[in-house]
Structures are given as C-alpha cells and as structure tokens.
C-alpha cells in the first residue's frame, strides 16, 4: 500500500532555531500534500496545502512566514518551522494522496513531535 | 462552511461487544469521506474511504456507511477487542479536507 514517511518523528530545539520537517510519498506521485498541526485532545488543524512547483495555499491564521513550506518534486515536502517558540510546539502530520486516479484516499506520515524548549 | 462532528467524544465498551461511532457533517457536497484511526502520539492509519456515489465499505471487522443526503455516517466495529483501542476520527473532502474531533475508544479487557 501506499506509504508517506515523515521526518523526523521527534525533534526539540531551542527558542530562536528553524526546524526542517520532510515528507515523502515512497511509492506513489503527490502533486499535493497536506500539513496539519494537532494540539493534545484537538482534532487535526489543516495548516497548508502544498502544491508541486507552485507556491502553497495557506489556512487563515498560519503566517506564511513562519511555517515555510516547499514542494519541490512530487514525492517530497517539507515545512520549516522559522525561529520557533515554545508555542509552536505540537504535533505536526503530513498526509498526501496519489495524484492518480482521482478521488483517491489520503495516505498519512507517523507525525512529528515538535518541542521548542 | 463545512463542519464535522463526532459523537461520542469518549467511548468505553467491554470487549466482544459490538460499537457504532457516528460522523456528521453539514455540506452533503462532498466528494468523499474517510474513516481513520490514531494511536496516541502517532500518525494516522486509514481504515475505510467512502466515495459519495457508495453507500458503505467494509474491510474486516469494520463496516462503515455513508448516507450523504442526511449528512451522516457510522463507522461499526464488530466485536470488539483491547487492540481497537484508540481514536477514531472522519474526515469529508470537499475542496478541502476536514476532520471531525475524533472519538476516543478504549475496549475493557
């Protein structure tokens, strides 16, 4: 089946620094991939929409500035948490879907846990 | 605006019994909806997709229905085992994908 692997599945870094989270579809072609932010006993938060080769669509709220997103080929996205805050930690999930056929399910990364100390 | 709920928010049953979490959502223009579960600290699994055109899917001891006029669907988890535990969120696709707030399910052993 279909496998999204997300990178890393931990990571805690000081105030001030930029994190870089990758995600990758392993088998199959994702024209679009997702970001989600999950806080403790919250549902999943749509952050973004990343789109291959083109610039990413932004939920209202995510500064775009901060939450770095490039697609750069169809297997692989990653998001850049810009000079973290302890505030921006949490639970960050990719998810893609296989740009054919159409209407196909979405396929989900193990998460990463983001602790900004 | 599209919005998604789960009922119950919590849910404990003895094992062996069977279950019913219930999703609703308030646009029936969707083009699919997803069943998914998460164990704590971890990424999502996929247990059922539902295009719009279907009625349910069943894969194992799940079955899960989709009545898209009403704006509801169930996901059935037969006999229930410890192993079930976890939280089971849907997800709708229209232009975008939503999660509802999941529904936290432990099974007694």
């Known amino acids: 089946g279909a496998v999204v692997s997300q990178h890393p599945s931990r990571v805690i870094c000081k105030s001030g620094t930029s994190v870089k989270i990758e995600c990758r579809s392993l088998?199959?072609?994702?024209?679009?991939m997702f970001w989600y932010r999950q806080f403790p006993k919250k549902s999943l938060m749509l952050m973004a929409t990343?789109?291959?080769?083109?610039?990413?669509?932004?939920e209202q709220g995510v500064e775009k500035d901060k939450f770095l997103i490039n697609h750069a080929s169809l297997t692989l996205s990653t998001l850049t948490v810009t000079s973290a805050h302890p505030e921006d930690s949490s639970f960050y999930i990719c998810?893609?879907?296989?740009?054919?056929?159409?209407?196909?399910?979405?396929?989900f990364g193990n998460g990463t846990r983001l602790t900004v100390t | 605006k599209q919005e998604v709920t789960q009922i119950p928010a919590a849910l404990s049953v003895p094992e062996g019994e069977n279950l019913v979490l219930n999703c609703s959502f308030t646009?029936?223009?969707?083009?699919?909806l997803q069943w998914f579960r998460q164990d704590p600290g971890k990424g999502l699994t996929s247990l059922l997709l539902?295009?719009?055109?279907?009625r349910e899917q069943t894969s194992g001891r799940l079955n899960a229905s989709l009545d898209k006029s009403s704006g509801r669907s169930t996901l059935y988890i037969a006999a229930s085992q410890p192993g079930d535990s976890a939280t089971y969120l849907c997800?709708?696709?229209?232009?975008?994908?939503?999660f509802g707030k999941g529904t936290r399910l432990h099974i007694l052993p």
């Open positions: 990343s789109n291959e080769g083109s610039k990413a669509t932004y």
């Open positions: 997800a709708v696709r229209d232009d975008k994908i939503i």
């Open positions: 088998d199959f072609q994702a024209t679009t």
């Open positions: 539902i295009q719009s055109s279907q």
């Open positions: 646009d029936s223009a969707i083009y699919n």
């Open positions: 998810s893609a879907r296989d740009s054919t056929p159409t209407n196909s399910p979405l396929h």
